[in-house]
C-alpha cells in the first residue's frame, strides 16, 4: 500500500516526464467529462448514456481516491467545495446503476463544471497562451459554469411542478432570457422560490456578462506584482510601475 501511494504521489506530484503526461491524460478527461455532462444534460437516459455515465463515473471515482489517498489531510479535503462537488458528480454518474427512477440526479453532473477551476490552474502553470488571456478565459468560464448550474437548479426545482420547464432545453432557454433582461415572458418561475431563483439568475448572470465585456474590450495587461507598492498590473511593456516608479523585472515568454 505504501508503495503504491508512492507511485500516486509521483504521479500526481512529481516532475517527471511521465507524471506530465499522467496530469495532461487527467486534464484531457476532464475537458471530456465536462463535454459529456453539457451534451447529455439536454438528452432522454438511453443504455448508451448510462453507459457513459458509468464510465465516466468510475474514472471521477479512481481520480477522487487516488488525490484523497495521498492526501497528508484527508480529513480537510471534506472542507474543499472541490471535494464536495466531486462527491455529488461521482454519486449523480452510478446512482442509476443502483436506484431506479433518480433521472433527475443525472442534472446535478452539472456541478462536475466546477472542475473546470482546477483546469484552469493546470494551465496557468503550463501554457503561455492561458497567462496572456486568463482574465477573459475565466470570464467566460464563469459565465458558462453559471449558465448550466442554474440552468440545473431550476430544472431540478421547476421539472414536475412548472408545466413550462419539460426538458432541460426549457431551462436552459429561460436561465438564458433571464441572464440577457430579455424576458419573452412565454417562461416563468412561480411562487417566492422561483422568484428568488429568477433574480439570483438576473443580478449574477448580468454581473458576468459585463465582466465578460469588460476584459475582452479593456487593453491587454499582465500580472505582475510590484515589490514595492504591490500593484499587480502592468502594461507589457512596462519598465516602471505606474504608481510607485520602481523598476520592474517583468518576465516575458522570449521570442517567438
Known sequence: MTALIARLRALYEGDTDGAHRFRYALLAFDVATVAFVIATSFLPLSPWVAVGDVVLGLGVLADFAGRLAISRAPAREFLRLGTWTDVVAIASFLAPMFVQGVGFLRILRTLRL?????????????????????????????????????????????????????SPVDALYFTVTSLTTTGYGDITLPGPSGRLISVVVMICGVTL??????????????????????????????????ACGTVLNIPDEGAD
Open 114 to 166: 466546477l472542475r473546470t477551476y482546477q483546469l484552469l490552474d493546470r494551465l496557468r502553470r503550463d501554457s503561455g497562451i492561458f497567462r496572456r488571456h486568463e482574465e477573459a478565459i475565466l470570464a467566460a468560464t464563469n459565465l458558462v459554469v453559471f449558465v448550466f448550474v442554474m440552468t440545473g437548479v431550476v430544472y431540478v426545482t421547476q421539472a414536475g411542478s412548472n408545466p413550462a420547464i419539460g
Open 209 to 242: 456578462f459585463f465582466r465578460l465585456a469588460q476584459v475582452v474590450f479593456r487593453p491587454y495587461k499582465v500580472r505582475f506584482p510590484c515589490p514595492t507598492c504591490g500593484l499587480q498590473r502592468h502594461e507589457p511593456d512596462a519598465v516602471h510601475c505606474k
